[in-house]
Nanobody
Framework: VQLQASGGGSVQAGGSLRLSCASS????????VAWFRQAPGKERAFVAS????????FYDHSVKGRFTISRDTAENTVFLQMNSLKPEDTAVYYC?????????????????WGQGTEVTVSS
């Protein structure tokens, strides 16, 4: 399975973007798919995750209430709807997958990664 992230771009503060993470193959119910982001000079950080089978979700406190993660089983795709964007949301966003809980936030626990998509939020 390979992951392909897309949907990044440049927006003004307060704007919205929707990121997509498409899988090249079937995603099993035990899989959790997460979004991470990495700002310049910073470590990669967990943003949100969803379990494919249960649809359980988990968010970092910095995005809770502004971002929504969801999945489309027909398209084998995970979405990250980002609203009320702030300049501090500027980063390269990556999607990743693991077999297990959506509450795992450590990047090195995720074994499958997509390429990044860049998000820039201007003030």
């Amino acid at each position: 399975v390979q992951l392909q992230a897309s949907g990044g771009g440049s927006v003004q503060a307060g704007g919205s973007l929707r990121l997509s993470c498409a899988s090249s193959g079937r995603i099993f119910s035990s899989t959790s798919v997460a979004w991470f982001r990495q700002a310049p000079g910073k470590e990669r950080a967990f943003v949100a995750s969803v379990n494919w089978g249960s649809r359980s979700t988990f968010y970092d406190h910095s995005v809770k209430g502004r971002f929504t993660i969801s999945r489309d089983t027909a398209e084998n795709t995970v979405f990250l709807q980002m609203n009320s964007l702030k300049p501090e949301d500027t980063a390269v966003y990556y999607c990743a997958a693991l077999t297990g809980s959506p509450y795992i936030t450590a990047p090195n626990s995720y074994k499958i990664w997509g390429q990044g998509t860049e998000v820039t939020v201007s003030s």
